[in-house]
């Protein structure tokens, strides 16, 4: 796996063009912050300037990350795991006799889950956490003698471990596929997939605002309409497209890519948020101003990742 620092000057010109963009959008925060009179205009501009700034700390960090190496891509990835196991955890109920299995999962599975990834082996990284964590943990929790509301508690540390570290760990794995031609700059098919769960997610918030009327889920998520998630889908299969010269796709095929991380993205946070309302909670956390927990900005991400990697590593990746 090359290193990423130096060997990607798309990556530069990408961050550059995001940091402009962001520059802009707290331009038009700040200005509409000054023309807000209203108390629910105040509200709903401070969100946006929330929103923004949240994201300039984000890209920001995926910024140093992926310019100065795998290593600490790898790296970045795993806290962000880290993290949203430990959200998830919080919010779901344990007990004294889940302590072993969680520390083995934040302190062994969390860490070998990228270490895997680092050296390359994606036969072990395949198959770490659905195989030999599914096993082991329980019955290790079995161990313990504590059997009250056992399969409910292992289920949650299991399904948890699933979305958090194994599907998010399928984005930084794009870094293991050895595509023909396109040595080298396996980066840029991370930033392709983050940049469009991300625009969606934006677009389908900002055509929902603007002409949202039929809820798909009202009781999951009030927010999530048609309008917001055909609109906001549309435009970040559009930006999909344009974006083919940093892939190894045609315009075409990456429309289609664009499509499918789309659609998964949206079930990804449709799901997560059942997830939130069965526990009663609005946000997984608070780690993020303006957007919640680490969950919250990466729900998304967890069930788009591995189907854009499955889909690169079938029809473009050498065997």
Same mark, same amino acid.
């Given at each position: 796996?090359?290193?990423?620092?130096?060997?990607?000057?798309?990556?530069?010109?990408?961050?550059?063009?995001?940091?402009?963009?962001?520059?802009?959008?707290?331009?038009?925060?700040?200005?509409?912050?000054?023309?807000?009179?209203?108390?629910?205009?105040?509200?709903?501009?401070?969100?946006?300037?929330?929103?923004?700034?949240?994201?300039? !700390?984000?890209?920001?960090?995926?910024?140093?990350?992926?310019?100065?190496?795998?290593?600490?891509?790898?790296?970045?990835?795993?806290?962000?795991?880290?993290?949203?196991?430990?959200? @998830? !955890?919080?919010?779901?109920?344990?007990?004294?006799?889940?302590?072993?299995?969680?520390?083995?999962?934040?302190?062994?599975?969390?860490?070998?889950?990228?270490?895997?990834?680092?050296?390359?082996?994606?036969?072990?990284?395949?198959?770490?956490?659905?195989?030999?964590?599914?096993?082991?943990?329980?019955?290790?929790?079995?161990?313990?003698?504590?059997?009250? /509301?056992?399969?409910?508690?292992?289920?949650?540390?299991?399904?948890?471990?699933?979305?958090?570290?194994?599907?998010?760990?399928?984005?930084?794995?794009?870094?293991?596929?050895?595509?023909?031609?396109?040595?080298?700059?396996?980066?840029?098919?991370?930033?392709?997939?983050?940049?469009? !769960?991300?625009?969606? /997610?934006?677009?389908?918030?900002?055509?929902?605002?603007?002409?949202?009327?039929?809820?798909?889920?009202?009781?999951?998520?009030?927010?999530?309409?048609?309008?917001?998630?055909?609109?906001?889908?549309?435009?970040?299969?559009? @930006?999909?497209?344009?974006?083919?010269?940093?892939?190894?796709?045609?315009?075409?095929?990456?429309?289609?890519?664009?499509?499918?991380?789309?659609?998964?993205?949206?079930?990804?946070?449709?799901?997560?948020?059942?997830?939130?309302?069965?526990?009663?909670?609005?946000?997984?956390?608070?780690?993020?101003?303006?957007?919640?927990?680490?969950? /919250?900005?990466? /729900?998304?991400?967890?069930?788009?990742?591995?189907?854009?990697?499955?889909?690169?590593?079938?029809?473009?990746?050498?065997?």
């Amino acid at each position: 796996m090359p290193e990423l620092i130096g060997q990607n000057p798309e990556l530069w010109v990408l961050f550059g063009g995001l940091a402009a963009l962001l520059a802009i959008a707290s331009g038009i925060g700040w200005g509409l912050s000054r023309r807000a009179s209203t108390p629910a205009a105040v509200d709903t501009i401070r969100n946006l300037v929330e929103r923004i700034n949240a994201w300039w !700390v984000m890209v920001a960090v995926l910024a140093v990350a992926f310019l100065l190496g795998r290593t600490l891509t790898l790296l970045v990835f795993g806290l962000m795991a880290w993290f949203a196991l430990r959200e @998830f !955890v919080t919010l779901t109920p344990t007990r004294d006799g889940d302590r072993l299995p969680l520390s083995l999962a934040f302190f062994v599975i969390v860490p070998a889950q990228f270490f895997l990834i680092g050296v390359e082996r994606y036969g072990m990284f395949a198959i770490f956490v659905p195989v030999y964590a599914f096993l082991l943990l329980p019955a290790i929790a079995a161990l313990r003698g504590d059997v009250q /509301d056992f399969l409910a508690r292992t289920a949650k540390l299991q399904w948890g471990l699933m979305i958090t570290v194994y599907c998010l760990s399928h984005a930084p794995a794009l870094l293991l596929l050895q595509i023909p031609g396109f040595t080298g700059r396996n980066a840029l098919l991370l930033f392709y997939l983050l940049f469009v !769960v991300q625009i969606s /997610d934006v677009m389908q918030y900002v055509f929902g605002k603007l002409f949202g009327r039929t809820r798909i889920a009202p009781v999951v998520s009030p927010s999530k309409t048609v309008e917001g998630f055909v609109g906001g889908g549309l435009a970040a299969t559009a @930006f999909g497209a344009a974006m083919w010269w940093i892939t190894p796709f045609t315009p075409a095929v990456a429309a289609a890519m664009a499509a499918a991380i789309v659609v998964m993205g949206f079930l990804g946070g449709l799901t997560l948020s059942a997830v939130k309302r069965s526990l009663g909670a609005k946000d997984w956390g608070v780690m993020i101003e303006g957007h919640g927990g680490m969950l /919250d900005r990466l /729900d998304s991400v967890c069930f788009a990742a591995p189907v854009f990697f499955h889909l690169v590593r079938y029809f473009y990746a050498l065997p």
